[in-house]
């Protein structure tokens, strides 16, 4: 949090871009299996993917559904070379260096995250581990076995565990995302865990499925499974998928992969590191021992009600119109998201409705895991920096999602406060229509449930900030999100020393540029 005013170690580290890390696993020797695609319907939209019905019957995964899922969250599926103010624009047109979207938003566009698939005996394949590229859309088969009891043995007494035999585990490659924000790598690698997670979740709410996550577990033992080490790339969460199948269900007490009289199964295929140089840095190191998941260690189902948002201010309130729907199907709209880097142009104000459309997305972003269920109140609020919204004044103001109304914080155009607090030049905010910041308690909820929850508090962002981003594609606006910013000036200018809300990072919302110079070439 004060890393604008106290610089992070080391200061003087500069990203070694000629030996950077791949953005992705290699396996060599490994063949791939294609994956479907998958066929999204138009009913699918945006809406029901943010806001599902509650009276729609859920539904198991296919095959197609979850090569569909894996495709416009986490699949390589275009390049991309638009004339923006980031930093690395003038090395986009070599190929080494080349820009590959994503449905999904990752911080600094590295994707450490790598996907496994732990398919059991009612799958469509064979049993055992395999590895998601994103490159190829396609599975490299690590391991042939049932080792689903292991993955059931390390959830603990999990009721969502004892229903299926069908697993995502998310693991976390940390030097493919600390080669380049070294001690600041861990605060960012744990939102993007929630980035791919809230994906998964507004991908799959949309045609009725669920996808649950867990964080609480004993992660040892999934980490010896893949053959990782925890400091190095550890699993983060697992997703017990809900499998569509005339299989008699897993009973829950396989133990046949980990009997005693036979050792422990683990994949011998090990992922081949570009870099010549690996470095490691004492900070992340420390944040990873001090958060590695055991399920011994899972939250009481209520522990995090002393940690929720604090009620909103009595005052007065300035009534939104009603949210404008987002028709979009998800697909389209993953594959529109992407981050706009000083694009933005204030000519054009947006309208209210479709302020209220981002901010009831960003609000109702909710990671509900083993120890934050739907039963509770939300952890994050969102507050919002109007600079040109028709019929909005300009002022920091605080979101009341129940009555859909803003409440004034402070008064006046924002916009040089925002730019004084800002350390990069990829965006002038004052052209941002505005600029959404999500808070979090995050002292209460590590007083309410441990260190791991610091990956909880980050996950939560991390959704926060995928639902804004596909909220603003669907509604044919311009989103980028970012976390250099001076943090305690943003808790000093919406008062929230008091409530202990921290921001943790800005989402800029807008009208882009009308007809800019761009390139974009889609591969699937």
Same mark, same amino acid.
């Given at each position: 949090?004060?890393?604008?005013?106290?610089?992070?170690?080391?200061?003087?580290?500069?990203?070694?871009?000629?030996?950077?890390?791949?953005?992705?696993?290699?396996?060599?020797?490994?063949?791939?299996?294609?994956?479907?695609?998958?066929?999204?319907?138009?009913?699918?939209? *945006?809406?029901?993917?943010?806001?599902?019905?509650?009276?729609?019957?859920? $539904?198991?995964?296919?095959?197609?559904?979850?090569?569909?899922?894996?495709?416009?969250?986490?699949?390589?599926?275009?390049?991309?070379?638009?004339?923006?103010?980031?930093?690395?624009?003038?090395?986009?047109?070599?190929?080494?260096?080349?820009?590959?979207?994503?449905?999904?938003?990752?911080?600094?566009?590295?994707?450490?995250?790598?996907?496994?698939?732990?398919?059991?005996?009612?799958?469509?394949?064979?049993?055992?581990?395999?590895?998601?590229?994103?490159?190829? !859309? /396609?599975?490299?088969?690590?391991?042939?076995?049932?080792?689903?009891?292991? *993955?059931?043995?390390?959830?603990?007494?999990?009721?969502?565990?004892?229903?299926?035999?069908?697993?995502?585990?998310?693991?976390?490659?940390?030097?493919?995302?600390?080669?380049?924000?070294?001690?600041?790598?861990?605060?960012?690698?744990?939102?993007?865990?929630?980035?791919?997670?809230?994906?998964?979740?507004?991908?799959?709410?949309?045609?009725?499925?669920?996808?649950?996550?867990?964080?609480?577990?004993?992660?040892?033992?999934?980490?010896?499974?893949?053959?990782?080490?925890? +400091?190095?790339?550890?699993?983060?969460?697992?997703?017990?998928?809900?499998?569509?199948?005339?299989?008699?269900?897993?009973?829950?007490?396989?133990?046949?992969?980990?009997? &005693?009289?036979?050792?422990?199964?683990?994949?011998?295929?090990?992922?081949? +590191?570009?870099?010549?140089?690996?470095?490691?840095?004492?900070?992340?190191? %420390?944040?990873?021992?001090?958060?590695?998941?055991?399920?011994?260690?899972?939250?009481?189902?209520?522990?995090?009600?002393?940690?929720?948002?604090?009620?909103?201010?009595?005052? &007065?309130?300035?009534?939104?119109?009603?949210?404008?729907?987002?028709?979009?199907?998800?697909?389209?709209?993953?594959?529109?998201?992407?981050?706009?880097?000083?694009?933005?142009?204030?000519?054009?104000?947006?309208?209210?409705?479709?302020?209220?459309?981002?901010?009831?997305?960003?609000?109702?972003? %909710?990671?509900?895991?083993?120890?934050?269920?739907?039963?509770?109140?939300?952890?994050?609020?969102?507050?919002?920096?109007?600079? !040109?919204?028709?019929? *909005?004044?300009?002022?920091?103001?605080?979101?009341?999602?129940?009555?859909?109304?803003?409440?004034?914080? $402070?008064?006046?155009?924002?916009?040089?406060?925002?730019?004084?607090?800002?350390?990069? /030049?990829?965006?002038?905010?004052?052209?941002? /229509?505005?600029?959404?910041?999500?808070?979090?308690?995050?002292?209460?909820?590590?007083?309410?449930?441990?260190?791991?929850?610091? !990956?909880?508090?980050?996950?939560?962002?991390?959704?926060?900030?995928?639902?804004?981003?596909?909220?603003?594609?669907?509604?044919?606006?311009?989103?980028?999100?970012?976390?250099?910013?001076?943090?305690?000036?943003?808790?000093?200018?919406?008062?929230?020393?008091?409530?202990?809300?921290?921001?943790?990072?800005?989402?800029?919302?807008?009208?882009?540029?009308?007809? &800019?110079?761009?390139?974009?070439?889609?591969?699937?």
């Amino acid at each position: 949090m004060w890393r604008g005013r106290v610089p992070m170690e080391p200061v003087d580290f500069t990203p070694d871009w000629g030996d950077a890390p791949r953005k992705g696993r290699f396996f060599p020797g490994v063949d791939l299996l294609p994956l479907p695609t998958g066929d999204v319907p138009a009913t699918a939209s *945006v809406q029901n993917g943010l806001h599902p019905p509650t009276d729609r019957p859920g $539904r198991g995964f296919t095959l197609p559904t979850l090569g569909g899922m894996l495709l416009d969250s986490c699949a390589t599926i275009g390049r991309r070379l638009g004339v923006q103010a980031n930093t690395d624009l003038a090395a986009l047109p070599s190929y080494p260096h080349a820009n590959w979207f994503r449905g999904t938003a990752s911080g600094g566009g590295l994707y450490p995250c790598a996907v496994y698939w732990v398919c059991g005996p009612s799958g469509p394949l064979t049993p055992g581990v395999y590895h998601y590229s994103t490159p190829r !859309h /396609a599975l490299a088969p690590l391991l042939t076995g049932d080792v689903t009891g292991v *993955v059931r043995a390390a959830l603990g007494d999990l009721p969502a565990a004892t229903g299926t035999d069908q697993f995502l585990l998310l693991g976390v490659k940390m030097w493919q995302n600390a080669f380049k924000y070294n001690s600041f790598s861990y605060h960012a690698v744990t939102m993007d865990v929630g980035t791919v997670v809230q994906t998964w979740r507004i991908w799959a709410q949309a045609q009725g499925l669920r996808v649950d996550p867990v964080l609480w577990f004993d992660e040892e033992p999934l980490n010896r499974l893949l053959g990782v080490s925890a +400091e190095d790339e550890g699993i983060f969460a697992v997703v017990p998928l809900p499998w569509s199948t005339t299989a008699a269900p897993p009973t829950g007490d396989d133990t046949r992969a980990s009997a &005693p009289d036979r050792p422990a199964p683990a994949v011998r295929h090990r992922d081949r +590191e570009r870099s010549r140089r690996v470095l490691t840095f004492d900070a992340p190191r %420390r944040m990873r021992r001090a958060t590695i998941g055991y399920a011994a260690r899972r939250p009481a189902p209520d522990a995090l009600r002393t940690a929720a948002a604090v009620a909103a201010v009595p005052g &007065p309130r300035l009534a939104l119109p009603e949210p404008r729907p987002l028709t979009v199907d998800v697909r389209t709209a993953l594959r529109r998201r992407r981050s706009s880097f000083g694009r933005f142009e204030a000519r054009t104000p947006i309208e209210a409705e479709q302020l209220a459309a981002l901010l009831a997305a960003s609000a109702g972003a %909710r990671f509900d895991t083993d120890a934050a269920g739907p039963h509770l109140p939300p952890l994050t609020k969102v507050y919002a920096f109007v600079n !040109h919204v028709r019929n *909005v004044p300009p002022g920091a103001y605080e979101y009341e999602p129940v009555s859909n109304a803003l409440r004034l914080v $402070r008064p006046g155009p924002p916009g040089g406060f925002l730019q004084r607090n800002y350390f990069l /030049a990829n965006y002038n905010l004052e052209q941002a /229509a505005a600029v959404l910041v999500p808070t979090v308690r995050t002292a209460a909820v590590l007083g309410a449930v441990g260190d791991r929850g610091y !990956h909880l508090v980050n996950a939560t962002i991390g959704a926060v900030a995928q639902n804004c981003y596909t909220a603003a594609s669907a509604a044919g606006l311009g989103c980028g999100v970012a976390l250099g910013f001076d943090n305690i000036s943003y808790v000093e200018e919406l008062e929230l020393a008091d409530s202990g809300e921290y921001p943790l990072l800005i989402m800029l919302v807008g009208h882009e540029r009308p007809d &800019p110079a761009d390139f974009r070439y889609e591969l699937v």
